[in-house]
């Protein structure tokens, strides 16, 4: 059992975050890994990174969106109720390396996976330009986190009610057209990190992206989550979930993110 | 040889009552019913006794099969699972699921003339009076040693190893990465096969025993084998399986209702999705369902598709009927629950709908050719046989790999060319001084019995370690 010790709501109560109490996991986390959560014994088990960890406290912070039925059950638990089983760190985590300039793109609830990536990027020595977009000023999370890890801050919203007006992609063209950038990190929805992946092909960037494909076991076992990465097939969750933004397959990512869209409305 | 004995009227062998097929194929319970009291009775009767009985050396943990029937016959049912717990802790689930045909039935001296005893029924029918109706009461375990010994996965090896070592005074913690116990057993074996609270109250009965139990641990993510030794245990057993699923590398293999059948068996059984909405976790219910395989589970997966509702469920293979690796009761039940076979038959590619659904393959057909290394006659394409094939949910069995998220984060642990750990086949010693490792993750996909025997050898070799040294 995992105690929720700390619950935040942000952008108007659709993203969560709860603190939990996870020794184990909290010392051995990397930025980029994540964990797997089931609440009750007729749950699912979801996938979820690690936005933050705290080894001295023995904590880790997990960052949701609510969007069907588990999250919305993990949206009405208290501080001091409990996850049934956490199980992780998982995956690989993100090769943190000191390359120079480098922007990282966040959108959504992957500015949460953003965040530990970003502060480590910066603390190795990058200089940080961060990009955060959304569809409305309201859907914002973060931004003090990651104004503080950043040399550069840039937001957009998509209606221009705060920030620049436009997408993550209008101003990251506006940088790569200014200067010589030396990777480029985007973690958001699918259609954002194919474009960002578009853009930067273009200017011959390398850039990381984070996939969020459906998951079962987390471990390797099952291949549920696997994309194509080139020719290849991978298994998001012990190949990944990181992965060369240039050679991912986005269509058939997103479409197989919408395989069970039918259950998902029937469980909720 | 058999004993002298006056001639009686020969009783044949009693069959298991089980569940209709037309009742069964679309429920998840358990299709045997089981033997009563008086019909394991009159089974244990048909026995010869024989002096030198052939069916302990057909046995892979050399249960003492004379023995135990030979209690059943005079009634002494709990006296009876005592004597197989001497050499088997999981009777209850090796009486289902061994493949007896092939090890103690097969060798039994009956099975030369006509049927062989009904040893797994009566080693079922005998260790479920105990689950059910039992004293309870623990076999005797040794003084305490002050050893730890760590064994990672939790199935039917890890499983062994762990009463074995737990019995002879050793303190044992079971590591398992999944949130249940009992590895294929609970997420691979189907309700209908094996049912979960049996599994379970198998692992109750390793805890009751001493045996200490982690779940959600994942060695190689969360700790490594080094760390283990850190933590102070004395010696570390590997058993985590062959969980990596096999494609076929085909195209459109990534189409949406395609599942490996780890993933496809894991949704249903572990996470209990043919009860969804009840359970959170959604499976895809095929109307017309394929499943590439001919092994026990690809019957296990298109036995699943049928009780989830299928009208039509083909098991596609490229061999013919003989070369099937299933057990021959598997394929005779699926048989009997409507299951189609598609034989001498190779997919070639699958084909999608625009939103990346999966409609239909292609096909060809095939005839066999020479024996190829593992013996079997090679599947040959036969030109221009091309045909497509209707399905809307397919599921591959074609076998499964060594997983490399442990063995990778192991130093010192040498693995072969295929992933698999590399162990001395009598004691389980690795490369790795104070590992163990036995089951599938040495042999690839075997039998539950297989890595049992394994376990069993490995807990002798760690026993003997912990006592005298390596």
Aim: net charge negative; proline share 5%; aromatic share 6%.
């Amino acid at each position: 059992m995992f105690k929720i010790i700390r619950r935040e709501e942000m952008a108007g109560g659709t993203v969560i975050l709860n603190e939990i109490e996870a020794p184990d996991i909290a010392v051995k986390t990397r930025p980029g890994q994540f964990v797997i959560l089931r609440a009750y014994e007729e749950g699912e088990r979801v996938p979820l990174t690690i936005a933050d960890s705290n080894p001295d406290k023995g904590t880790i912070t997990i960052i949701y969106m609510v969007v069907g039925k588990s999250t919305a059950f993990f949206r009405s638990l208290k501080v001091g109720d409990t996850f049934l089983d956490i199980i992780g760190p998982l995956g690989k985590a993100t090769h943190i390396e000191n390359v120079g300039k480098v922007v990282c793109v966040g959108g959504g609830t992957g500015t949460a996976v953003l965040h530990p990536i970003t502060r480590a990027l910066k603390q190795i020595g990058n200089h940080v330009t961060t990009i955060l977009g959304a569809r409305t000023k309201d859907l914002i999370i973060l931004e003090d986190m990651m104004r503080a890890v950043s040399d550069d801050f840039i937001i957009t919203t998509d209606d221009g009610s705060y920030g620049r007006h436009g997408l993550v992609t209008d101003a990251l063209k506006d940088i790569l057209e200014a200067e010589k950038i030396n990777q480029v990190v985007a973690i958001g929805p699918v259609p954002m990190m194919k474009f960002v992946s578009l853009l930067t092909k273009e200017y011959n960037v390398p850039t990381i992206v984070s996939l969020n494909p459906i998951m079962v076991d987390g471990t390797g076992m099952c291949g549920c989550c696997r994309v194509t990465i080139g020719d290849e097939t991978k298994f998001a969750c012990v190949d990944g979930p990181e992965f060369d933004g240039h050679k991912v397959d986005y269509d058939e990512l997103m479409k197989r993110l919408a395989s069970y869209l039918e259950e998902e409305k029937i469980a909720y | 040889m058999a004993e002298k004995k006056v001639k009686k009227e020969k009783i044949p062998r009693q069959p298991m009552p089980e569940q209709e097929p037309e009742v069964r194929r679309r429920n998840f319970k358990e299709v045997p019913i089981g033997y009563s009291k008086e019909l394991a009775m009159k089974e244990a009767e048909r026995c010869l006794q024989c002096k030198n009985p052939t069916c302990v050396s057909g046995c892979p943990v050399s249960i003492d099969i004379p023995a135990f029937i030979k209690l059943i016959k005079e009634g002494e049912f709990t006296k009876s699972v005592r004597k197989i717990w001497e050499k088997n802790g999981l009777p209850a689930v090796c009486g289902r699921v061994c493949p007896q045909e092939d090890q103690c039935e097969g060798a039994c001296i009956l099975a030369k003339k006509g049927e062989p005893v009904g040893i797994g029924n009566l080693e079922r029918f005998v260790s479920d009076l105990e689950r059910e109706h039992g004293t309870g009461e623990l076999p005797p375990k040794a003084k305490p040693t002050g050893k730890r010994v760590a064994v990672v996965g939790s199935g039917p090896s890890g499983l062994t190893v762990a009463g074995d070592l737990t019995l002879k005074g050793h303190d044992v913690t079971i590591f398992e990465a999944f949130h249940k116990p009992g590895g294929v057993l609970v997420y691979g074996i189907p309700e209908f096969r094996l049912p979960k609270e049996i599994v379970f109250s198998e692992v109750n009965f390793l805890e009751r025993l001493g045996a200490k139990l982690e779940c959600n641990t994942v060695v190689g993510r969360i700790v490594s084998v080094d760390e283990l030794f850190e933590q102070g245990y004395d010696a570390v057993y590997v058993g985590v399986g062959a969980g990596l699923p096999r494609f076929m590398n085909i195209p459109g293999e990534n189409l949406i209702g395609i599942y490996s059948a780890n993933e496809y068996l894991t949704r249903s059984n572990l996470m209990k999705a043919y009860l969804f909405p009840e359970y959170d976790t959604p499976i895809a219910k095929g109307k017309n369902v394929a499943v590439f395989g001919a092994g026990n589970v690809a019957m296990d997966s298109a036995r699943t598709a049928m009780r989830l509702g299928a009208d039509t469920v083909r098991i596609v293979y490229r061999r013919s009927r003989e070369e099937m690796p299933a057990r021959a009761a598997e394929i005779h039940h699926a048989g009997e629950e409507g299951i189609e076979f598609y034989l001498l038959t190779a997919p070639t590619k699958f084909i999608g709908d625009e939103n990346g659904r999966v409609t239909g393959m292609e096909c060809l057909k095939m005839e066999l050719g020479e024996p190829d290394e593992s013996g079997r006659r090679r599947p040959v394409p036969i030109k221009g046989s091309e045909f497509q094939l209707e399905c809307d949910m397919a599921v591959i069995a074609v076998g499964a790999g060594a997983n490399p998220l442990l063995t990778q984060s192991t130093e010192g642990l040498e693995l072969n060319r295929w992933g698999y750990v590399i162990a001395d086949p009598e004691t389980g010693k690795t490369t790795k001084k104070g590992v163990w490792a036995g089951g599938d993750i040495v042999t690839g996909s075997a039998t539950v019995i297989l890595a049992m025997g394994a376990g069993r050898a490995a807990s002798d070799s760690i026993h003997q370690y912990l006592t005298w040294g390596w």
